[in-house]
């Protein structure tokens, strides 16, 4: 297999970091860790620098970093994904690594159930699929590729050549979740981002991005949600998201969290059927959107649900457009529904 060509941060548009530690991504293993731990790979940004930290061990990093090798070989980390997915593109990332990044990086992964145990991943050769060769890393760089692999994994296991240090590791791709783990019309979040659910356009974005809409947990802070800029024109706010799977709407939560002074007034909720794929405009296709929640009103800072309030006839839906008037903040959207049969 050839090495990668390094690409532009713009191809990986639409796609998730299916190992970011808030949505459960995890360092498992490294085979040294002395200047800097592994877990630092997952954290949010791209790290920083803090000319005169030091540590015992020697300067302060925040990323991964191993000691200097003597001997043959190289050094690895184990990372299980938060969201078993298809990978699309990674991002070795060796921000402020200069002098002691490593000259070269690959990259395997593997599916693995639950039952597996950690000695197995590492020592099991059988295991795993090479899905990045060896490739060379640029230092203090954003060093991105292309994976081309439709397999569904679970876990990646970095590969640095022969040593040095890794700011970050963004693993880029869709959720592949398993819909067979739920019971026969048992509810669930059909636009959660575990359940395949992705947001595809969005009037605007100013203040932060889209994604945080469909993240786990309630929102940490007024900058982890979805926040358009002030509308100064006539029209309103809206942002349209794929469904993990098509499905019945029975019940939708919009949060506020942390929005005081610039919730939305009012929203309210649509839906259609449509075969589009990624990177397919719906903003701008005739779409026959039907109404789901009929315009409401919102409070400042509060979880809302609604259920009564729904159109008797929800679905099923493919994607869903929420409207918000006329702009503002949005914490979280849950989708509560069964899946289309």
Same mark, same amino acid.
């Given at each position: 297999m050839p090495a990668q060509k390094h690409i532009e941060v713009a191809a990986f548009a639409g796609l998730? @970091? /299916?190992a970011a530690e808030r949505l459960g991504g995890e360092a498992l293993w490294a085979n040294d860790e002395?200047?800097?731990?592994?877990? =630092?790979? /997952?954290k949010p940004g791209r790290g920083v620098f803090i000319p005169d930290k030091y540590t015992e =061990?020697?300067?302060?990093? @925040?990323?991964?970093?191993? !000691?200097r090798n003597r001997v043959p070989g190289h050094d690895s980390c184990l990372i299980k994904l938060g969201i078993p997915g298809i990978i699309k593109g990674v991002d070795i990332d060796t921000n402020h690594? /200069?002098? =002691?990044?490593?000259?070269?990086a690959a990259l395997e992964a593997c599916l693995a159930t639950a039952d597996v145990e950690g000695k197995t991943l590492r020592e099991s050769h059988g295991l795993w699929t090479t899905i990045l060769a060896k490739s060379p890393l640029k230092p203090g760089s954003q060093n991105l590729f292309a994976i081309a692999d439709e397999h569904c994994y679970t876990h990646v296991r970095l590969n640095i050549f022969p040593d040095g240090g890794v700011a970050r590791l963004r693993i880029y791709g869709v959720a592949a979740p398993d819909f067979t783990r739920f019971k026969a019309d048992e509810l669930i979040d059909l636009v959660a981002i575990a359940n395949g659910g992705l947001p595809v356009a969005c009037s @605007?974005?100013?203040?932060?991005?889209m994604i945080n809409l469909i993240m786990p947990g309630r929102a940490q802070n007024m900058g982890d949600g979805w926040e358009t800029r002030r509308r100064r024109g006539?029209?309103?706010?809206?942002?349209?998201?794929?469904?993990?799977?098509p499905g019945k709407i029975q019940r939708i939560e919009i949060d506020t969290n942390h929005f005081k002074g610039n919730y939305p007034d009012t929203c309210s909720l649509e839906g259609c059927v449509s075969n589009a794929q990624a990177g397919d405009d719906l903003s701008r296709a005739e779409v026959d959107w039907m109404e789901i929640l009929p315009k409401t009103k919102l409070q400042a800072h509060k979880q809302h649900f609604f259920e009564k309030e729904l159109s008797t006839t929800a679905g099923p839906f493919t994607h869903i457009r929420l409207n918000i008037f006329p702009?503002?903040?949005?914490s !979280?959207? !849950?989708v509560w529904g069964t899946l289309e049969k």
């Open positions: 998730i @970091d /299916l002395f200047f800097a731990p592994k877990e =630092n790979l /997952l =061990n020697g300067k302060w990093m @925040d990323g991964w970093e191993t !000691r690594f /200069l002098g =002691n990044h490593p000259p070269y @605007d974005m100013f203040f932060s991005p006539p029209g309103h706010d809206w942002i349209i998201l794929k469904l993990g799977a702009d503002g903040g949005v !979280r959207l !849950r």
